[in-house]
């Protein structure tokens, strides 16, 4: 016990010898230490020149972030004397509450080895936050094949509202196809378009702005309008409807073939094929108009009918009965009926009915 206590005493004296032995001190007198976090403390710093010769003496707080600013930055002091100077020191940005000691440093310009240094207090009592506009944007674009997607996020980060806007352009074409839930405004810009996105947040409000540009719609009016303009060239531009159907009875199966004229002029050289395949016999019971021709082959039987002439719109009903040499089990499909017209060799037309199923008992 006594030996700390001894231990104590002897260091406090030793620190004292070195205070008193040492060539200049720093002492602080307060003017204002108590700041918030915008504003500056102030001091008036003394001097001490404890030596027998005049000193001069550099300052510095080396070991710290504050603005730390003196009046005389070079201060030369004589013989046992005191010398004072201004000091202001402004706390870094984002500093907390709270109290600071902040390094002081006087080192003689002509002695590196005379120096010494001191800590002068200062306390934060409140957080000053500027204003500050800021927004940050983060975007995820998406280009497809058919279909581009744009979707934007903007956050206010700052403290203030935030006003603004996001912008792109289109060309005409595309701001036609352009499609988007936020609200938006549009002007020209040159022979493009301008679209627009106002927005205004609050202090960490955000808003996500989303629209796509899609092209299904060229795609499906394409496919549409080239439907339509092949059911016109079919139902419209041929000349000739060509039916066939087949209906079973006791013993025969009848068959009938219907050929119009669906233009409003003579239509000459008119040519039907209808093909009987085997095992179906031709029984010769012909309707209206006998076949030109009939001509049997190992396959089948073909049937040829030839028309000078069809008027406009007319219409006539063929028709011939057949006959199975066997049973039929299931489905049996005849071929198709054929109408072509030909005028000084050239096709003019070639049109075929549709192939038609007989369901055996």
Known sequence: M???ILAIILGILMIATVSAASSVTLDAEIADNEINSREAATFELHINNNERTPNQYLLSAPLTKWDVTFSDYIVRVPPHSTRSVDLRMAPPMNSMEGTYAIYIKAQDTSDQANSNFNYVQVKINEVINDAVKEISISEEVTDGWLV??????????GTLPYEGSQ??????????LLDSTNNHGVENYGSDKKVTWDYLLEPRDSIQIAYTVSFVPILISGILL?????AFLYFYLNRFNLTKTARRGKETISIKLGVSNKTNSEQETVRIEDFIPKPLKLV??????VPSQIISTKSGTR???KFDSLAPQEERMLSY???SELHVIGKLQLPQAKLTQKKGGKLLSKVFSGKVELVGR
């Not at 581009?148 to 980060?157: G, P, R, V």
């Not at 080239?226 to 092949?230: F, G, L, M, R, V």
């Not at 010769?284 to 108009?289: C, L, M, S, V």
């Open 321 to 323: 009965e057949l006959k």
């Open 284 to 289: 010769r019971q012909f309707g209206t108009a």
């Open 303 to 305: 049937l040829i009918w």
């Open 148 to 157: 581009d997607t744009y979707k934007f996020t903007i956050e206010n980060t």
């Open 2 to 4: 006594k030996r700390g």
């Open 226 to 230: 080239t439907s339509a303009i092949i």
């Open 167 to 176: 912008v792109d352009y289109f060309s005409e074409l595309e701001y036609l």
